[in-house]
């Protein structure tokens, strides 16, 4: 069993920008797949980004180039730099570990982005 917990949401003008970290609990973080979702009032759950185990990367067109997903496997943490910060991005944001058939999620953080 895998609990995640996120942190780093707050409220932040658009054009700003903020670090989320999801710490993981148990000895197995490494071989996981870490992403990160996000949902917003009203709509269904988005795929954000995700970091491949051995390190490699994917992201949304929507955040491509503005968002940057990390992880440190010594703390057990999955990072998500987000910069240039919109007033669309404003969601609550959940943490995914997935290393299948097991898939656990965040209880979530969220972000409120002001125009």
């Known amino acids: 069993q895998v609990q995640l917990v996120e942190s780093g949401g707050g409220l932040v003008q658009a054009g700003g920008s903020l670090r989320l970290s999801c710490a993981a609990s148990?000895?197995?973080?490494?071989?996981?797949?870490m992403g990160w979702y996000r949902q917003a009032p009203g709509k269904q759950r988005e795929w954000v980004a995700r970091?491949?185990?051995?390190?490699?990367?994917n992201y949304a067109d929507s955040v491509k180039g503005r968002f940057t997903i990390s992880r440190d496997n010594t703390k057990n943490t999955a990072y998500l730099q987000m910069n240039s910060l919109k007033p669309e991005d404003t969601a609550v944001y959940l943490c995914n570990a997935l290393y299948y058939p097991d898939n656990y999620w965040g209880q979530g953080t969220q972000v409120t982005v002001s125009s």
């Open positions: 148990g000895s197995v973080f490494r071989f996981y797949a």
């Open positions: 970091i491949t185990s051995a390190g490699t990367t």
